[in-house]
């Protein structure tokens, strides 16, 4: 797997642990702290997101899917954002939306500075924040005002203290549940570690055993190595299964529903109950597939 992401990014955090828990071996390709990016946007056009991953010619966008394909390629189906019970479902869906937006909204301004210089030059910081705030306003979603994330965050914290009955939120060994919930509990502890924590014991014992699980068998490649790599691949091959939408064939564009909706344009060559999947003929990698989850993502026939 070829994983194109930031060092400060949590969604990618969720990745890299995950990656790190299975043993699977990865090459790293670090993104610009803002766009353009050079390894990502000749593959996936308008998407906006961060992190993607790639295997060859195909490419996979949204943290739903790269994780489904790390949970098949280790043989974890507990990694599976689909395979789990309705508690867990309806879990991972609270944690996409109203706590992932109760996290962002509540930062405390001097703790993110202080994380932030720790992680990235102080000439990029203005273009950093610019860029982000640029990304969490193009939403078609209601934020909560600051009070209201301060009290959404706070009942996440105190939701998995008492949750966390033994190592994990479900058991003995981490899953899914873990993964998605640990990534930003890792991105406010740099900037409040004191609030995250106060009175929070059984939080602060399982975050520790979830971040020393590390990023496991790691190497860093160029942005030019890994279109290369796409270059001389080919998209693995559709399932039969996967063929028999209507729309096959149609000129489309899919992209997010809730924030950072910028869309891509392709082909339609694959469709199940799960994902999309479009082809695009690029000029610097050729023909590649690009994977799209259906939870909140939208297609849109290009007449």
């Known amino acids: 797997m070829i994983f194109h992401h930031k060092d400060v990014s949590p969604y990618s955090e969720k990745i890299r642990l995950m990656l790190g828990y299975t043993g699977i071996s990865w090459s790293s390709v670090q993104a610009p702290l803002t766009p353009p990016r050079p390894s990502i946007d000749p593959l996936v056009g308008g998407?906006?997101?961060?992190?993607?991953?790639?295997?060859?010619?195909?490419?996979?966008?949204?943290?739903?899917?790269?994780?489904?394909?790390?949970?098949?390629?280790?043989?974890?189906?507990?990694?599976?954002?689909?395979?789990?019970?309705?508690?867990?479902?309806?879990?991972?869906?609270?944690?996409?939306?109203?706590?992932?937006?109760?996290?962002?909204?509540?930062?405390?301004?001097?703790?993110?500075?202080?994380?932030?210089?720790?992680?990235?030059p102080l000439s990029a910081i203005p273009g950093y924040l610019q860029d982000k705030k640029k990304l969490l306003t193009d939403t078609h979603l209601v934020q909560p005002?600051?009070?209201?994330?301060?009290?959404?965050?706070?009942?996440?914290?105190?939701?998995?203290?008492?949750?966390?009955?033994?190592?994990?939120?479900?058991?003995?060994?981490?899953?899914?549940?873990?993964?998605?919930?640990?990534?930003?509990?890792?991105?406010?502890?740099?900037?409040?570690?004191?609030?995250?924590?106060?009175?929070?014991?059984?939080?602060?014992?399982?975050?520790?055993?979830?971040?020393?699980?590390?990023?496991?068998?790691?190497?860093?490649?160029?942005?030019?190595?890994?279109?290369?790599?796409?270059?001389?691949?080919?998209?693995?091959?559709?399932?039969?299964?996967?063929?028999?939408s209507p729309l096959i064939g149609a000129s489309?564009?899919?992209g997010p529903t809730d924030y950072a909706t910028q869309g891509t344009h392709g082909e339609l060559v694959g469709e199940d109950e799960q994902r999309w999947v479009l082809a695009r003929n690029t000029d610097v990698a050729g023909r590649v597939h690009v994977h799209f989850p259906k939870r909140r993502f939208a297609l849109t026939r290009v007449l």
């Open 145 to 244: 005002s600051r009070e209201e994330a301060k009290a959404i965050w706070r009942r996440f914290l105190d939701q998995l203290e008492s949750q966390l009955t033994s190592d994990f939120l479900h058991g003995y060994t981490p899953g899914i549940a873990d993964f998605s919930a640990v990534h930003m509990v890792w991105f406010r502890e740099k900037m409040d570690h004191r609030q995250v924590f106060a009175g929070r014991r059984l939080l602060k014992n399982w975050f520790h055993r979830m971040v020393s699980i590390g990023h496991g068998y790691r190497t860093e490649i160029s942005a030019n190595n890994a279109l290369q790599v796409a270059s001389h691949a080919d998209p693995r091959e559709i399932p039969v299964e996967m063929k028999r």
């Open 252 to 254: 489309v564009v899919v």
């Open 47 to 120: 998407y906006r997101r961060i992190p993607v991953a790639q295997k060859g010619a195909d490419v996979f966008c949204d943290t739903i899917l790269i994780a489904e394909e790390i949970a098949q390629s280790s043989e974890n189906p507990q990694l599976s954002p689909y395979e789990q019970n309705e508690a867990i479902s309806a879990f991972l869906k609270e944690l996409e939306t109203s706590v992932f937006f109760g996290c962002i909204a509540s930062v405390p301004v001097f703790g993110l500075i202080k994380a932030l210089l720790q992680q990235v």
